[in-house]
């Protein structure tokens, strides 16, 4: 009742010359359009033939699949498999399309190289002292697959990595675009479907795009529809952070959640790492993140974004923002840009605290405050960071009175409104004048 399969172009050679000799094989075919080298040899024919247990070498190379086996194998009904394992592939897509399996081609792992000790039974494999590579992410560790009548294929196990590549891991389990005409607000997330994983990642290094993280613990999961990584902790830039970047096929919680908290964190240190610029408060503070989208990561854009963010420091520095000659230029300029405050120390503060919603490529600030010795600067506004422009209204002002004191500091200057326009990096300032 199977679907019949074709093989042509076969040539090759058998020799077996005595039935208690070795049996040898080698034979190329063509097999669903692909040429496969099929190499074996065992020194016990007749227990193979008879469905017992007996040696076995085999290996298969083909472009889209490579195989090869030491060990012993039983190819009766309750097949066994037991012995050293070697497993390479460009692109597991390809080999799963060539080979007819029901997940869906264009939507599994990419490159894939490993070796291990492997004992398999008929719905399940077992890889120990496992070498693996996976879209140049290389790791060891322990490995459970499991084919299951009612459900996706199942992979199970741990992972230790020296370096990791967590964009690019990603990467190998779910339909990320290449380029960016790829890129749509419908695509199909059948893998959802298709695969099953639940995998423990541990590594001593790894980088999100530019952000570099150290002694990562983290969880990589795809069931019943949904796919999340959880980082449960590592270290970045002096500090501590988790986070979670959820995806889901449907449902109220349908498309992606990101969620990301950091601790004790160095800004500076990470402002600089992704590329950030501008007059950005630095410091060691803390960030927590929350943003939704209702479509997958690669085809979300800044406006589908939903969500909030809260950022607070302590004691830090906005570099190249003078204030004694920002107020210099307030009494004098209609309007004027950083870049005119000419060379100074920037602006010290003791606190400063960010609490934003963010929703439809906009970003409306309900908290912006950064807290001087003497002064301090408010904000309120919003940011279309969708189009990387301003629209802030903001007062330089007398700082709050200090923990037990009930009046300002003497000699606090009156307070100075303005409006901060233009774009990112490069706000003008326009003075509010009586």
Same mark, same amino acid.
């Given at each position: 009742?199977?679907?019949?399969?074709?093989?042509?172009?076969?040539?090759?050679?058998?020799?077996?010359?005595?039935?208690?000799?070795?049996?040898?094989?080698?034979?190329?075919?063509?097999?669903?359009?692909?040429?496969?080298?099929?190499?074996?040899?065992?020194?016990?024919?007749?227990?193979?033939?008879?469905?017992?247990?007996?040696?076995?070498?085999?290996?298969?190379?083909?472009?889209?699949?490579?195989?090869?086996?030491?060990?012993?194998?039983?190819?009766?009904?309750?097949?066994?498999?037991?012995?050293?394992?070697?497993?390479?592939?460009?692109?597991?897509?390809?080999?799963?399309?060539?080979?007819?399996?029901?997940?869906?081609?264009?939507?599994?792992?990419?490159?894939?190289?490993?070796?291990?000790?492997?004992?398999?039974?008929?719905?399940?494999?077992?890889?120990?002292?496992?070498?693996?590579?996976?879209?140049?992410? !290389? %790791?060891? /560790?322990? *490995? $459970?697959?499991?084919?299951?009548?009612?459900? @996706?294929?199942?992979? &199970?196990?741990?992972?230790?990595?020296?370096?990791?590549?967590?964009?690019?891991?990603?990467?190998?389990?779910?339909?990320?675009?290449?380029?960016?005409?790829?890129?749509?607000?419908?695509?199909?997330?059948?893998?959802?479907?298709?695969?099953?994983?639940?995998?423990?990642?541990?590594?001593?290094?790894?980088?999100?795009?530019?952000?570099?993280?150290?002694?990562?613990?983290?969880?990589?999961?795809?069931?019943?529809?949904?796919?999340?990584?959880?980082?449960?902790?590592?270290?970045?830039?002096?500090?501590?952070?988790?986070?979670?970047?959820?995806?889901?096929?449907?449902?109220?919680?349908?498309?992606?959640?990101?969620?990301?908290?950091?601790?004790?964190?160095?800004?500076?240190?990470?402002?600089?790492?992704?590329?950030?610029?501008?007059?950005?408060? !630095? %410091?060691? /503070?803390? *960030? $927590?993140?929350?943003?939704?989208?209702?479509? @997958?990561?690669?085809? &979300?854009?800044?406006?589908?974004l939903t969500g909030k963010i809260d950022l607070a420091l302590g004691?830090?520095?906005?570099?190249?923002?003078?204030?004694?000659?920002?107020?210099?230029?307030?009494?004098?300029?209609?309007?004027?840009?950083?870049?005119?405050?000419?060379?100074?120390?920037?602006?010290?503060?003791?606190?400063?605290?960010?609490?934003?919603?963010?929703?439809?490529?906009?970003?409306?600030?309900?908290?912006?405050?950064?807290?001087?010795?003497?002064?301090?600067?408010?904000?309120?506004?919003?940011?279309?960071?969708?189009?990387?422009?301003?629209?802030?209204?903001?007062?330089?002002?007398?700082?709050?009175?200090?923990?037990?004191?009930?009046?300002?500091?003497?000699?606090?200057?009156?307070?100075?409104?303005?409006?901060?326009?233009?774009?990112?990096? !490069?706000?003008?300032?326009?003075?509010?004048?009586?």
């Open positions: 009742g199977a679907e019949a399969e074709k093989l042509t172009a076969i040539n090759g050679t058998v020799a077996w010359t005595a039935p208690t000799a070795v049996a040898r094989a080698n034979i190329t075919a063509i097999f669903r359009g692909e040429q496969v080298t099929l190499a074996g040899s065992t020194s016990a024919p007749l227990l193979l033939l008879g469905r017992r247990t007996a040696p076995l070498d085999l290996k298969i190379t083909s472009v889209p699949l490579n195989i090869d086996f030491a060990g012993s194998a039983s190819l009766g009904t309750d097949f066994f498999l037991s012995g050293a394992l070697k497993l390479a592939s460009v692109s597991v897509r390809r080999a799963l399309e060539w080979s007819g399996t029901d997940i869906k081609p264009g939507e599994a792992l990419g490159a894939l190289e490993l070796s291990a000790k492997v004992t398999a039974e008929k719905t399940k494999a077992k890889l120990d002292d496992l070498i693996i590579m996976i879209d140049r992410n !290389r %790791g060891i /560790g322990v *490995l $459970d697959v499991a084919l299951r009548e009612d459900a @996706p294929p199942l992979i &199970t196990g741990t992972l230790a990595f020296s370096s990791l590549d967590i964009a690019s891991f990603l990467q190998a389990f779910t339909p990320l675009p290449t380029t960016g005409t790829d890129i749509a607000s419908t695509i199909d997330t059948r893998f959802l479907r298709e695969l099953g994983l639940d995998l423990r990642l541990s590594a001593q290094s790894a980088s999100f795009g530019p952000v570099v993280l150290s002694n990562l613990a983290a969880a990589a999961r795809v069931e019943q529809g949904r796919a999340n990584f959880d980082v449960g902790d590592a270290t970045a830039y002096g500090g501590s952070l988790i986070g979670r970047i959820a995806l889901s096929e449907q449902g109220v919680e349908g498309g992606v959640r990101v969620r990301l908290s950091a601790r004790k964190m160095n800004f500076d240190g990470l402002f600089d790492a992704i590329g950030m610029t501008g007059p950005l408060p !630095r %410091g060691n /503070g803390s *960030l $927590d993140l929350e943003v939704t989208s209702p479509y @997958p990561t690669w085809a &979300t854009a800044l406006s589908d004691a830090g520095i906005v570099p190249g923002l003078n204030i004694a000659k920002f107020r210099e230029l307030s009494g004098t300029e209609r309007f004027f840009d950083l870049d005119e405050l000419g060379e100074g120390t920037g602006f010290s503060f003791k606190s400063a605290r960010f609490q934003a919603t963010i929703a439809e490529g906009e970003a409306n600030l309900t908290t912006a405050e950064l807290i001087g010795a003497q002064q301090m600067i408010s904000l309120s506004g919003v940011i279309p960071y969708s189009r990387s422009s301003l629209a802030i209204a903001g007062v330089l002002g007398p700082a709050p009175p200090a923990d037990g004191e009930t009046k300002r500091p003497d000699g606090a200057p009156e307070a100075l409104r303005f409006f901060i326009g233009g774009s990112w990096p !490069r706000p003008v300032i326009s003075p509010v004048t009586p």
